[in-house]
């Protein structure tokens, strides 16, 4: 009772349209796949079309058969109809199998292109975390001398700049050209000029301590100048007549005959002038003042000086040489008399020298000559005992000697003259005693002096 039916016209259609989508993916959507693996595509589609088509004469042709209820024809068209749908089956398990494959291979591929860019996500996330630790190196390296800058402009503002300071700079690239280079090296100038400053500030406030000191010490010393002058003022008049009474009774003992009481009245008249001597250098010492100033050779004063004790030394035995190097001129403007009375101290210091020493061939040489700076010099040396060490720091010190009948005021007259004339004097550390006294030279327009060849004020 079975009646057979005519396939459907949409079967045809929807078999043409699967078949052109095919056909489209293969042409669209298989870029990634080889000519050869496309063109077997293509075959295959074909194949299935013709396959389908043959599916389809041969259904008709079954079903005619079947319509006139022809048995033996009928079995004939059903195996070619089976024939042709066991190759369509199989050539869609192959599409099937093939499309499996294709999956898996993009899947694969997928994962591949995943995987790639897993990788070059993760490359570029490190090269990002080690571009940032470079940049957070470099900028921490850059706004260290920057901050190290902030800090000791800080401290500078705070307590000022100090002399550790400038070994605290920071320290740059020599080659440094930048802003912050810059900056440094400015900062450095500025703070090392500060420094500088305050150097100079601070070396101009212990000078100016140490001008305070000696001002209240000259001060004090003026004062006591003034006092022990006055003293020795009032002390000079009854001494000088304790010395008249000592001298009349030294008189009347002697026409008495009284030997002891004479020699008493010598012994207080010796006192006496010992006394009145030490009275009057103090008072010449503490009113001494360069007068009047003038130019003269400081070789001829040193040869009066010679004449006066030229018959101390031949008395002591003393050999005396001087000689003025090669100094054409050694003139001076100063003080004649003071400087020669300077100069006569310094000659009687070196013979109570040698004759309370004891010295064998006894012997004193004076020099002189120009220092550098446009000074002259004179120098006394003798070969006597010298200076005693515990001495040398005090020798020009007021009433400081080391001599029994020394009165300690020698040195100190010629240190005063020195330091009124704008000169010096000072202990010479040489075998034996050795002074040396430096004072300026005369302008060349003065030393010239006038006409008749006479001194000159200066």
């Known amino acids: 009772h079975w009646k057979p039916r005519p396939l459907p016209q949409w079967v045809d259609e929807l078999v043409a349209d699967e078949t052109a989508r095919v056909r489209t993916l293969i042409e669209n959507r298989m870029p990634w796949a080889a000519a050869a693996e496309r063109e077997l595509w293509k075959t295959r589609i074909a194949a299935l079309a013709k396959n389908l088509e043959t599916t389809k004469a041969s259904a008709r042709a079954l079903y005619d058969v079947l319509e006139k209820r022809d048995t033996a024809a009928a079995g004939r068209e059903y195996g070619v109809w089976a024939a042709a749908v066991e190759d369509v089956m ?21 994962e591949s292109r995943v995987n790639s860019l897993r990788m070059a996500l993760q490359g570029i996330l490190a090269v990002v975390v080690l571009l940032s630790m470079l940049l957070l190196w470099l900028s921490e390296r850059a706004l260290r001398p920057l901050a190290r800058l902030t800090k000791m402009a800080r401290e ?48 101009q406030q212990v000078r100016l301590q140490e001008q305070h000191r000696l001002l209240r010490e000259a001060e004090n010393l003026a004062a006591v100048g003034r006092m022990s002058a006055q003293v020795a003022h009032e002390v000079r008049n009854p001494l000088h007549s304790i010395g008249l009474e000592a001298e009349l009774a030294a008189e009347r003992a002697h026409e008495l005959g009284d030997i002891q009481l004479k020699q008493s009245m010598q012994s207080v008249l010796a006192s006496v002038d010992r006394l009145e001597k030490i009275i009057g250098n103090y008072l010449r010492l503490s009113r001494l003042s360069a007068g009047d100033k003038c130019v003269f050779d400081l070789g001829e004063a040193l040869e009066n000086v010679l004449a006066i004790y030229a018959s101390a030394c031949e008395a002591q035995s003393v050999r005396v040489d001087w000689s003025r190097g090669e100094a054409a001129s050694l003139a001076v403007c100063a003080d004649r008399e003071l400087v020669e009375q300077a100069l006569g101290n310094l000659m009687k210091n070196a013979l109570q020298s040698l004759q309370d020493g004891g010295t064998k061939n006894p012997e004193i040489r004076w020099s002189m000559g120009v220092f550098e700076n446009g000074r002259a010099w004179i120098k006394i040396e003798d070969n006597g005992p010298g200076v005693p060490d515990g001495l040398k720091d005090r020798i020009f010190t007021p009433f400081v000697t080391s001599k029994a009948q020394g009165t300690g005021l020698g040195l100190s007259f010629v240190k005063k003259v020195a330091d009124e004339h704008g000169g010096s004097v000072r202990l010479v550390s040489a075998p034996g005693g050795s002074f040396e006294i430096a004072l300026p030279m005369a302008m060349q327009s003065v030393m010239e002096g006038p006409p008749n060849g006479q001194n000159t004020s200066c």
Do not use: C, Y
């Not at 199989?90 to 997928?110: G, M, N, P, Q, Y």
């Not at 740059?172 to 930048?178: I, K």
């Open 90 to 110: 199989r050539t869609i398990e192959w599409s099937v199998s093939e499309h499996d494959k294709i999956l898996k291979k993009s899947f694969a591929l997928a």
């Open 156 to 203: 500078i503002a705070l307590r000022g700049p100090r002399k550790e300071d400038k070994t605290n700079m920071p320290v740059f690239e020599v080659g440094r050209r930048d802003e912050v280079g810059e900056l440094a090296r400015e900062f450095h100038n500025m703070a090392t000029a500060l420094i500088e400053r305050e150097k100079t500030v601070e070396q």
